[in-house]
């Protein structure tokens, strides 16, 4: 065992000096929701919510310690749980993939994306995926399972974006992190759908 005292490990990153990220799903919360999206009941409704996922750091000795907290994060009915995803560094910015939040998990004033850690430990988002996936469906959205907010799982810094999958929607997204974009540039379906793309922020 070499750390112990994370809750619901996702993905991870190292940074400098080898210290390595983690992403942290959360156990959820006391906010129990339906979600609050207008006409959409979650077949993984009631959700438990609330701002509990995190990103840690881990030293060469095994020691955690938290980088920062306050990410939504939320265990459906089954007692699975969406919180953060994934984790990219690029030198001393940290990057956090969020899957917790949005409309559909009670958490529509934290959406779920990918969020930057500020250096005051606030966050801010630079991608909200909520808002980008209701303006850019795909050209075949599942109907048993679908999810506004989708689920985001993966993230990987590339040639200076950050390449995002996403499950429920079935998507490939790029992201451009930069203060001044921000933003999903363009999407793809899976290779059962058509793909699709759009501009940052949707109309």
């Known amino acids: 065992m070499f750390a112990t005292g994370l809750v619901y490990l996702r993905g991870l990153d190292f940074g400098p000096g080898g210290r390595l990220y983690v992403a942290e ?7 129990v929701t339906p979600g609050t999206c207008p006409g959409y009941t979650s077949p993984f409704e009631p959700y438990h919510s609330a701002l509990t996922a995190r990103i840690s750091r881990i030293d060469r000795a095994g020691r955690r310690t938290t980088v920062a907290g306050g990410l939504p994060s ?3 009915r089954f007692g699975d749980v969406l919180g953060a995803a994934d984790v990219e560094v690029r030198g001393r910015t940290v990057y956090a ?4 939040g ?3 998990r009670g958490l529509e004033s934290s959406p779920s994306g990918v969020w930057r850690l500020d250096r005051d430990r606030g966050w801010t988002v630079v991608a909200d995926f909520s808002r980008f996936l209701a303006a850019n469906p795909t050209a075949a959205p599942p109907d048993d399972d679908f999810e506004p907010d989708g689920a985001v799982y993966s993230m990987v810094g590339a040639g200076g974006r950050l390449i995002v999958l996403e499950a429920n929607h ?5 992201v451009d992190p930069a203060p001044s974009s921000g933003a999903p540039r ?3 379906g899976s290779p059962s759908t058509a793909a699709t793309s759009g501009s940052w922020p949707p109309a």
């Open 186 to 188: 363009s999407s793809s």
């Open 97 to 100: 993939l969020v899957a917790g």
């Open 74 to 76: 939320a265990r459906d």
């Open 25 to 31: 799903a959360g156990p959820g919360g006391d906010i």
């Open 170 to 174: 079935g998507e490939l997204d790029k």
């Open 102 to 104: 949005g409309c559909s």
